[in-house]
């Protein structure tokens, strides 16, 4: 099995060509700089990745490049396309693919959803997922840019309403494994709420906060003046742990908590190309469908992700 890695020297395509190597899979990094890419491609040109795609089996898009011309070039070879986007509209172009690709893999979603379903069998629903990002991590170019194409943007909520990104502050009990200072998380649009919301006919919403007080209520500002995101500073307060957990309406809670957003997203697209060599899919396929949380916090240690995780009962 040959894996190409688009963006495959960036924050998490570097995790991820390193921890295939490491498990014995052939990973090729694929991007612009010859000087760091085992394979040139431009991904301005859907012709310039097919010209990479000899003897590649898995194809996984690290790159922030969220265009449906290179999945398709893919799956039209029966090649495995994966992708670690969060973007909604991007995601359910996805899923109408004709052909064998993976959706929602990393931490949010991936771990997200994969939580949010270990919820489901706890209790009817509905289910509130919250994100917490470590804001001091040095976070790549497209998570940044995603993160700030959200502002003042909106997005259909499960109760038909029309909602702006980070608004609706709502506070969660945190699990003090992660040491985050109680303050709200604010609606986001995560592209696996709605998935979720239709597949298990309850509603799913998604929330977001950082570590950092600070930059959580600088986003929920910002939201309302986007182009002030100009005179945001590169570098915030605050530190590299994550946390993600999911919440039924009684309260029962899973959660996990870990260092470093980058290869926690890595490390889950490396156990889905592994899963992948016994697991085949025709259709688009999402990662939950595909790997239980039982499995993902069974197998995440030894990618080197440090991770802590459990359950809370709100019945208790």
């Keep these: 099995m040959s894996v190409l890695v688009l963006g495959g020297y960036g924050a998490v395509g570097a995790h991820l060509v ?29 012709s310039s990745l097919g010209a990479a795609l000899s003897d590649v089996s898995i194809v996984v898009n690290c790159a922030g490049v969220e265009d449906i011309r290179l999945v398709e070039e893919c799956v039209r070879r029966d090649i495995v396309f994966v992708d670690i986007s969060a973007t ?9 693919v004709d052909g064998p690709v993976v959706l929602g893999v990393g931490l949010a979603p991936g771990m997200t959803s994969a939580l949010a379903v270990a919820a489901l069998t706890d209790d009817p629903g509905p289910v ?55 303050f709200p998380a604010v609606r986001a649009d995560f592209a696996d709420q709605h ?3 239709h ?17 959580t209520l600088g986003l929920a500002s910002l ?37 470093g957003q980058s290869l926690a997203t890595a490390a889950v697209a490396a156990i889905t190309v ?8 025709t259709t688009p396929t999402w990662l939950h469908d595909i790997l239980h949380l039982d499995q993902l916090l069974h197998r995440l ?16």
């Design 88 to 96: 909604s509209g991007y995601v359910q172009d996805l899923e109408r």
């Design 274 to 281: 592994e899963e992948l060599a016994s697991h085949r899919i």
């Design 128 to 182: 509130d997922i919250m994100i917490g990002l470590g804001a001091g991590e040095h976070h790549g170019p497209a998570a940044t840019a995603w993160t700030y194409q959200l502002l003042g943007q909106r997005f259909p909520d499960p109760d038909g309403s029309d909602l702006r990104n980070f608004t609706r502050p709502t506070h969660f009990a945190v699990p003090g494994a992660a040491g985050y200072r109680r």
């Design 301 to 316: 240690p030894a990618t080197g992700v440090e991770i802590t995780a459990g359950r809370t009962d709100g019945r208790t």
């Design 223 to 259: 939201t309302w003046i986007p182009p002030l995101r100009a005179l945001t500073p590169k570098h915030l307060p605050g530190t590299d742990t994550w946390v993600v957990l999911a919440r039924t309406a009684d309260g029962t809670t899973r959660w996990a908590t870990g260092h």
């Design 199 to 215: 597949q298990f006919s309850v509603p799913v919403r998604s929330y977001l906060r950082l570590d950092s007080r600070l930059a």
């Design 195 to 197: 998935r979720l919301t």
């Design 18 to 46: 390193r921890l295939l190597r490491a498990a014995g899979i052939r990973a090729l990094a694929a991007g612009r700089d010859p000087v760091r890419a085992d394979r040139v491609v431009d991904l301005a040109s859907a």
